[in-house]
């Protein structure tokens, strides 16, 4: 439960202004089709946050319980450094669409659009922490969609009233914490095998 919980918060605040965010609102205003949009982002983010969750799977089996602990809490402080910095949204992925459906177009932006993007690489520094590989997985995808989904319908108005400045800092704040507990091994959570 830890790992899902915490899949969950840390992908949530990290998405707030994250450039999937802007695509959302892009694709949204473009296709005006919320449920069709939404169920390909669910889609192309479970398929990406797999594969890097996999990543960070086999990262923690290779590393030592020391190795591991300074990878992950400061992967986690150099994200923290990242989530100040506000993503700005490359069109191309949405120009690109030509004759797709709506879906395939939202599934093929979102996968890419989230190759090597922030909330994949903290996918792949949890699924290194946790051993519970699934609930990592299903935490980030849940918090993906708690953060675009809502853009999905309410775009505009929730793009006007979010103080996404604040919004990235509480990100980072959570970010850094999770490093500096890690690196300190709260918990003796390394010290127990994890994976």
Do not use: C, Y
Not at 57 to 72: D, N, P, S
Not at 101 to 128: C, H, R
């Amino acid at each position: 439960m830890e790992a899902l919980l915490w899949s969950t918060g840390v992908v949530t605040l990290g998405e707030m202004g994250d450039k999937t965010q802007l695509l959302a609102l892009v694709l949204a205003t473009r296709f005006k089709r919320p449920w069709t949009i939404v169920a390909g982002i669910a889609v192309a983010t479970t398929l990406n946050h797999a594969l890097a969750g996999l990543l960070g799977h086999w990262i923690g089996l290779q590393l030592g319980a020391t190795a591991l602990r300074w990878v992950v809490g400061l992967g986690f402080i150099v994200m923290a450094a990242w989530m100040l910095v506000p993503d700005r949204i490359d069109d191309q992925a949405v120009k690109s669409s030509g004759h797709w459906s709506v879906f395939v177009t939202t599934l093929v932006a979102f996968f890419l659009a989230e190759m090597g993007d922030k909330t994949q690489l903290a996918t792949v520094a949890l699924a290194a922490r946790f051993a519970d590989l699934p609930s990592v997985v299903a935490g980030t995808t849940v918090g993906l969609l708690l953060a675009n989904a809502p853009v999905v319908w309410l775009g505009d108005v929730l793009a006007r009233r979010l103080p996404m400045a604040w919004l990235h800092r509480a990100a980072a704040l959570l970010m850094a914490l999770m490093g500096v507990l890690a690196l300190l091994n709260v918990g003796s959570v390394f010290d127990q095998g994890v994976p």
